[in-house]
DNA sequence: GCCCTGCCGTCAGCACGATGTAAGCGAACC
DNA sequence: GGTTCGCTTACATCGTGCTGACGGCAGGGC
């Protein structure tokens, strides 16, 4: 796998990379991030290993940033053992599991290969659905030929019900793959990013089940 | 599918016991395991539900050691609303899916169905009687090649109909699936949605057994 | 720094489908 | 023919989903 290090100390640093690199991960270490780099590091990697506990404390907003791009690199973070809300803020902000320092070198890489494992059966290139053709790995979407401009959450949704075409996804589901688990929110917010999507998209695509949750197409 | 339900509440163990059974799954349904349980219980069961909330804190233990022995039996978790961190820890651990509690029932049908098909090899198992084509775990209903709307209750009726194809099943029994168990009603609202459904599916595929119930197909 | 733009979450009003009940009608059984 | 049971339709009510609008917020351009 190609990952991606944030660490900023050089002892640590120095000694993960060359375990990761030693059991077969190209690794690449950096010591910190800025906004410009953000959009750079993330598309190519397999996994990113965050360390939340940056000097500048940018980390869990570059996870945000990242997110909120619609990035969906699998991220671990590491932090202190006594950070608790920052390793839950963490996982709200979209990471994906968590290692507390100092942990076993074992232990990550078991935890590196489950979080691969679970997103890499992807063999999914592009799904068609009538007019509708939605490139998951390219993130990009077309009706009828013509290309569609969607936001973080709107994606968020339209690619949780592609998953399963035909399928019934309900609300909680969709709910789930717009916040992270956690997150509960007393709101209709599935509804309106189902409605704008219809808006954007052919109407007739997302298809309701009343009182269960929605399916892409047929019926 | 055979199930296997490990709940510590007794209440809430009794609910989806029930729920599971009324909707044709062989429930067995545990308070508590213990190591030498484990191995006993893991093999003849399609799918376990496991709590991870358990009070002596060995959902997670008996998750590990299932997989450490090397048996794949599609475990779903359940976990309460603010455990993020445990439910990372079972999806780590081996755990096909999870549930937020409180989980809504049919919800609960959904994941187990997708998460059986997913194992058992027989990814759509469709039950056919004449035109009709019934595909309970994606909700979907066909007559003669074209798809059909269905209400909740309408799907609550017929599902419970293709549990049994040639059976009889009582009016009583078709309550039950329409309302909760106790909740005993004064109309003739299971004959008013058998006859919705006649009008929607061919009408020759539900049978009435006058003075006793109806039955799905051949006479 | 300041303004502008786009995205986000929430809310409230509206519209429509689903639901349960009742009543009239037809069929089956005696 | 009378009675019982089931079928169908109609209807009022209720719940749910849909959508437009708004304020907050963050990011980018200037």
Redesign the interface.
């Known amino acids: 796998m190609r990952l991606l290090l944030v660490e900023d100390d050089d002892m640590l640093g120095q000694a993960v990379r060359d375990h990761l690199v030693a059991n077969g991960h190209a690794t690449d270490w950096v010591r910190r991030l800025d906004a410009a780099e953000a959009a750079r590091f993330a598309t190519p990697y397999d996994v990113i290993l965050l360390d939340l506990n940056l000097p500048d404390g940018r980390g869990l907003e570059f996870l945000r940033s990242l997110r909120r791009g619609g990035d969906t690199t699998p991220v671990i973070i590491t932090t202190a053992m006594d950070q608790l809300s920052m390793?839950?803020d963490g996982?709200?902000a979209g990471a994906?599991?968590?290692l507390i320092k100092p942990f076993d070198l074992g232990e990550l890489l078991?935890?590196l290969g489950?979080v691969g494992r679970?997103y890499a059966g992807n063999p999914n290139p592009l799904l068609v659905i009538g007019p509708l053709e939605v490139d998951a790995p390219r993130r990009v979407v077309t009706v009828a030929g013509r290309s569609v401009e969607l936001s973080a959450r709107e994606w968020a949704v339209l690619e949780r019900l592609a998953q399963?075409p035909?399928?019934?996804v309900?609300k909680?589901q969709l709910e789930d793959a717009l916040f992270?688990?956690?997150d509960?929110v007393e709101s209709n917010a599935v509804e309106v990013y189902v409605s704008r999507l219809r808006k954007k998209l052919d109407a007739g695509v997302i298809h309701t089940?009343?009182?269960?949750g929605y399916r892409l197409a047929?019926?």
Chains 1, 2 share one sequence.
Do not use: C, W
């Not at 089940?209 to 269960?212: A, F, K, S, W």
């Open positions: 390793r839950i996982l709200n994906d599991d968590y078991a935890r489950a679970r399963h035909g399928t019934l309900s909680v992270g688990f956690g509960e089940v009343r009182g269960l047929p019926p």
